[in-house]
């Protein structure tokens, strides 16, 4: 099994920023896609941005040019840099892990790992 933790989250006024962090542990060998998700209020969740094992990164059309990912395996984190940060940003985000090497990097369904969530709010 792999666990994920996030943190970061918090309250931002549009036009901020935020960096959040996913700590992974356990079988974490196994780990080849990695993503960040989002659950916006009375939405499905949603990718955000994802990253493969042999250096494939996807970002939804949301995010492109405003949020980077990245992941540091030496540390088993993974990040999400979120800049000019808009209201419709706000969502509990999630990351999630996949020991498949994912069709679709932003699906959902790709991924049986998830955190907890850190929610992240926009004003």
């Known amino acids: 099994h792999v666990q994920l933790v996030e943190s970061g989250g918090g309250s931002v006024q549009a036009g901020g920023s935020l960096k959040l962090s996913c700590t992974y542990s356990?079988?974490?060998?196994?780990?080849?896609?990695m993503a960040w998700f989002r659950q916006r209020p009375g939405k499905e969740r949603e990718g955000v941005a994802a990253v493969a094992s042999d250096g494939t990164i996807d970002y939804a059309d949301s995010g492109k040019g405003r949020f980077t990912v990245s992941k540091d395996s030496a540390k088993n984190h993974l990040h999400l840099q979120m800049n000019n940060l808009k209201p419709e940003d706000t969502a509990m985000y999630y990351c999630?892990?996949?020991?498949?090497?994912?069709?679709?990097?932003?699906?959902?369904?790709?991924?049986?790992?998830w955190g907890q969530g850190t929610q992240v709010t926009v004003s």
């Open positions: 356990g079988y974490t060998s196994f780990i080849d896609c």
């Open positions: 999630a892990a996949s020991a498949s090497h994912a069709i679709w990097l932003l699906g959902p369904s790709e991924y049986e790992y």
